[in-house]
Nanobody, 121 residues
Framework: QVQLVESGGGLVQAGGSLRLSCAAS????????MDWYRQAPGKQRELVAA???????NYADSVKGRFTISRDNAKNTVYLQMSSLKPEDTAVYYC???????????????WGQGTQVTVSS
């Protein structure tokens, strides 16, 4: 019903920058949260950055000052601008969104397929 398509992952040197994009499509009445998570090898999935429909943002302490999350609501797209990348940022990054398909209907969680970000030292 709703698809989240991510792009922008890849290999980057430490100290470099990368921008991830996630576009939502399908049956969308409104999108509440749009978030970025990541999962490094052998580690639990963690919230990296989050946005609400009201415009508030939240970041993991490890990325504050380096990452910026933003939304283009007209395009149902969320971005993650990553700067000053560190090897410990290496992970699969997942887009997540809570989406309402119709007025008065329930909000469901959807996940993107994940995109690999590798930061070399």
């Amino acid at each position: 019903q709703v698809q989240l398509v991510e792009s922008g992952g890849g290999l980057v040197q430490a100290g470099g920058s990368l921008r991830l994009s996630c576009a939502a499509s399908g049956t969308i009445f409104s999108i509440n949260a749009m978030d970025w998570y990541r999962q490094a090898p052998g580690k639990q999935r963690e919230l990296v950055a989050a946005t609400s429909s009201g415009g508030s943002t939240n970041y993991a302490d490890s990325v504050k000052g380096r990452f910026t999350i933003s939304r283009d609501n007209a395009k149902n797209t969320v971005y993650l601008q990553m700067s000053s990348l560190k090897p410990e940022d290496t992970a699969v990054y997942y887009c997540h969104a809570t989406v309402r398909g119709q007025l008065g209907g329930p909000a469901w969680s959807y996940w993107g397929q994940g995109t690999q970000v590798t930061v070399s030292s």
